[in-house]
């Protein structure tokens, strides 16, 4: 029998979920931004890296917990763990000392605020989300709450406080993950099914109930993305911007109600979130740094 060959720094790198783990880094990044904080490169660069250790570091402790679970489903099955690349305790050590060091690192040069929230994302991901993925059909809401802490960790970062934008900027990274996350999940169902995931498309058949979540999900969520202007945090032009592509969003979230097109509109809705989240973002971003 031949031994295994050994893992890469590619297959680590796979371990971290680059893709996912950016999405984290980059909202932070917008938190950070729009507290507009004075202008402080090193600072900043701390903030990047250390969400970007927290990040990966919290994706690599997911995937050594959920090893079993992930052979089992096709869309994860070549994930490094279960396809044998990468050993469960080089997995675990790993994420382990990347969220370590992403704390140390926001707590001594940062500020104790960020490290909380960063502690908050590990805490409520890998021992509130995961778990709650095996036994209960909340778990896509308790992960959108995780997954909505790193602005508050860069909003903390360069105001030393959050104030109520910060607290805006989370409840539209809560309110985006349930229509994405429930397309995801749509086009996934068989899978969840196959492991037992009580996830909402999972346990809908028709899938009623999952399109109706979503477009409730995404009414609140633009007209939460309208508060920035209505408190007077933005100007008219970024709300008019949040408005017209928050338009097209719900547009996308009705076509998930056709029981005719679901599988179809539930990838288009995917996408439209992919597009929606940085629009939004950005122009919030762009509009706090000219205008204010």
Known sequence: MTSPAPATFRDYLELTKP???????????????????????????????????????VAALNQWLEHDTDARMKRTADRPIPAGKVATGSAFVMGTLMCIGALFLLFAKVNALAAMFTLLTIASYLGWYTPWKKWSRWSTEVGAIAGAFPPLIGWSAG????????????????????????????????????????????????????????????????????????????TRAYGLAALLIGLWFWWRALAFLRADERDAAARKLFLASII?????????VADRMINF
Do not use: C
Request: charged share 10%.
């Open 159 to 234: 105001e030393g406080k959050v104030t109520a934008l910060g607290w805006i900027l989370f409840g539209v990274l809560l309110l985006w993950q349930i229509p994405h996350f429930m397309a995801v999940a749509w086009t996934h169902r068989r899978d969840y099914s196959a492991v037992d995931f009580p996830m909402l498309p999972a346990n809908d058949p028709a899938g009623r109930r999952a399109a109706a979540w979503s477009l409730v999900n995404a009414v609140a969520l633009v007209l939460v993305s309208l508060l920035p202007t209505i408190l007077g945090l933005a």
């Open 19 to 57: 893709r996912l783990s950016l999405l984290s880094v980059l909202t932070a990044l917008v938190g950070y931004l729009a507290a507009r904080p004075p202008h402080d490169w090193v600072r900043l660069a701390l903030v990047v890296v250390g969400t970007s250790l927290a990040a990966g570091g």
């Open 276 to 284: 929606y989240l940085p629009v939004v973002l950005g122009a919030l």
